[in-house]
């Protein structure tokens, strides 16, 4: 997947959206159990302060006492955490630490100076001892005795650092909960896009079928938000059809006007040899055979670029071979040589017969022209058809191979020719998705290599025959 594509984009935003879910969801579970765990030590601390009220006297001196003490071990711990103090606040003595646990050792808790109604709880951050950061839960009480009333502030106060370990370790416990949680969101994440991007790759492989000619039309049965496009994709299917059609049939029309005028122009060259003007004769019937030959190759142009289903088709390579070569045979030029055909016994190519014959009569008669004594020709057949043709002529300088295919192109005036034989078996070639290249023919010659698609190749396609037939 590169940057460019839509899975990605969605994967990412997909793992972009599902790790801020989760960090959002971890912090707000993690500040919940905060504040959880503080409610649950506030409410263990008025218990405390409600402990230390019932068992607070004041004695016949007029002292005070807590009896029995509170019971928790943690009280008389120094540091534990845990921690009570008395404080006399009618005698001004906030902080002082009338009374106090053991655990506060030498030091006490500099209670706020607020108004503190009887009965009231309040709540506090504090400092304590030892750096500790303290929740306080405080409240007033009125104690008599002699007839004399006292009152007193009551503190109950533990280390907020257990709330905060406590809130660490709930954290910790969450993570791998969390990171299961991930794994099942990026697995239903990649099933969503799958399911979701489907329609998509059906429609790749639906046009895939209309290219490779299997079908005409992208079928119905895609979602509602994909369905537009669908139907706008045939629309253009059957507009370029369209288009193809009146292509053709204005190329058609075309040829057929002029097949008239070639006609009487031939007939004049021959009624001007006839009256003794030979040279003008011969002029006449090239220029009127290079227009034939033009209005031939637009034919077959307007034939193999309309869009024409050749993966439907379907041509018998070696036929067509066995058949050009009779027929070149009986030629001036072809009967001189001798041909060799190397070939497997079934080798099918995905091209209309007219045109695989077009492309064939093209080579066959290129080699003819210029071959010494002998064509050799040698069929391949596996996922494609491999048809190398080869002749022992005088060849194609190496930087000038390149240009065999242009149109009008002759490198060789010896030899007469419209120069579109070449131009037109490219024609073909691109237009099947084939491939044409030249090289220098072990004989000397020209060697022309052609690929064409195989059309619903076989096991019954055999490998290449190492010495074939001589014809």
Not at 344 to 351: D, I, S
Request: a neutral charge; hydrophobic letters at 45%; one cysteine or more.
């Amino acid at each position: 997947m590169t940057r460019r594509s839509l899975r990605a984009r969605l994967a990412v935003a997909a793992a972009l959206s599902i790790a801020l879910a989760l960090l959002v969801a971890a912090l707000a579970l993690v500040a919940l159990f905060e504040r959880h765990v503080e409610r649950r030590m506030g409410t263990e601390l008025v218990s405390q302060l409600n402990q230390l009220a019932a068992t607070l006297q004041i004695d016949s001196d007029g002292q005070l006492t807590v009896q029995p003490k509170p019971s928790d071990p943690r009280f008389h711990r120094p540091l534990s955490g845990l921690y009570w103090q008395i404080d006399d606040a009618s005698a001004g003595a906030a902080g002082t630490g009338l009374l106090r646990s053991r655990s506060l050792w030498d030091t006490s808790i500099q209670s706020p100076t607020d108004r503190l109604e009887p009965g009231a709880v309040h709540a506090h951050t504090l400092p304590g001892p030892g750096g500790q950061k303290l929740l306080v839960r405080e409240r007033s009480i009125l104690l008599g005795a002699r007839n004399s009333t006292r009152t007193l502030r009551l503190l109950a106060a533990m280390d907020r650092g257990e709330l905060t370990r406590s809130r660490d370790a709930f954290a910790a416990d969450m993570l791998p909960y969390l990171s299961i949680i991930a794994l099942v969101l990026g697995l239903a994440t990649w099933v969503q896009i799958r399911a979701g991007l489907a329609p998509l790759e059906s429609m790749r492989l639906g046009i895939n079928a209309i290219r490779a000619g299997r079908e005409q039309r992208l079928a119905d049965g895609f979602p509602d938000e994909v369905m537009p496009l669908v139907t706008e994709v045939n629309a253009l299917l059957t507009a370029r059809e369209q288009a193809v059609e009146r292509a053709r049939a204005w190329t058609a029309d075309l040829a057929h006007g002029l097949k008239t005028p070639l006609s009487a122009l031939a007939a004049d060259a021959e009624l001007l040899r006839v009256q003794g003007n030979p040279a003008l004769a011969a002029d006449l019937e090239q220029l009127a055979e290079s227009m034939r030959r033009r209005v031939d190759r637009e034919l077959v142009r307007a034939r193999v670029r309309s869009g024409a289903e050749t993966h439907q088709a379907s041509a018998d390579v070696i036929d067509a071979l066995r058949r050009l070569i009779n027929t070149l045979q009986r030629t001036p030029d072809g009967e001189r040589l001798r041909w060799k055909l190397d070939a497997p016994t079934v080798a099918k190519a995905a091209l209309m017969p007219d045109d695989l014959f077009e492309l064939l009569g093209n080579l066959l008669e290129n080699a003819a022209k210029w071959a010494r004594g002998q064509v050799d020709i040698c069929v391949e057949a596996d996922e494609d058809v491999l048809i190398r043709i080869a002749d022992d002529g005088p060849g194609v300088a190496a930087d000038q191979r390149d240009r065999l295919c242009e149109r009008g192109l002759r490198l060789d005036q010896r030899k007469e020719g419209s120069g579109l034989g070449l131009a037109i078996a490219r024609d073909v070639v691109d237009a099947c998705g084939g491939g044409l290249h030249f090289r220098r023919a072990d004989a000397g010659g020209l060697e022309v290599c052609t690929r064409l698609p195989a059309a619903n190749p076989t096991d019954e396609q055999d490998a290449c025959i190492a010495s074939g037939p001589v014809i």
